[in-house]
């Protein structure tokens, strides 16, 4: 397995997500557009929201090696509109980050659940908001068993 197939598998898991897409529309008017690959030159904003970008980041494989580690760069944009709103015990919150913490995230990473590989583990940083434009960036790692047999391509 390569990281590129990894993310066609999540990005599968991603699209065929009723409930994310179902809540992600609610909240924007419009269903996450799913990518894999970020060119940096024609770089995302705003009018592609809602948006997840799939990035394959690295590859640590080999015959030597017991498992396979990879990791997938996912990017995360949104838009939702409007200023600070009352959050739990009246502190005023922005509600875009508000949506990418509690909803749009969330989502995301459970849609990964039930596949193979799964994500192990995640790294993340919000972006400071724009004008309720938000963007979050996760490093997600996820592992395989590495199976040495006669006739296996452990570099495919």
């Known amino acids: 397995m390569t990281s590129i197939e990894i993310c066609r598998l999540w ?3 991603i699209k065929s997500d009723a409930e994310l897409n179902r809540q992600v529309k609610a909240y924007t008017g419009a269903e996450p557009k799913i990518i894999i690959g970020y060119d940096m030159v024609a770089d995302l904003d705003e009018a592609d929201c809602p948006y997840v970008v799939l990035q ?6 080999g015959p030597d090696a017991t498992e396979n580690e990879f990791q997938i760069a996912l990017f995360l944009g949104a838009v939702i509109p ?3 709103e009352p959050g739990p015990e ?3 919150e922005l509600p875009c ?3 990418m913490d509690t909803v749009f995230c969330p989502l995301v990473l459970g849609s990964l659940d039930p596949t193979e590989p799964y994500p192990g583990l995640a ?4 972006q400071m908001p724009r004008s309720g434009y938000v963007e979050k960036y996760l490093r997600l790692t996820c ?5 040495i047999g006669i006739g296996a391509d452990v570099w495919r």
């Open 123 to 126: 790294e993340c940083e919000l």
């Open 11 to 13: 990005a599968r898991a």
């Open 90 to 92: 009246g502190v005023l």
């Open 82 to 84: 409007g200023g600070p």
């Open 56 to 61: 394959p980041l690295s590859d640590d494989r």
């Open 143 to 147: 592992k395989t068993q590495n199976y």
């Open 97 to 99: 980050l508000t949506f």
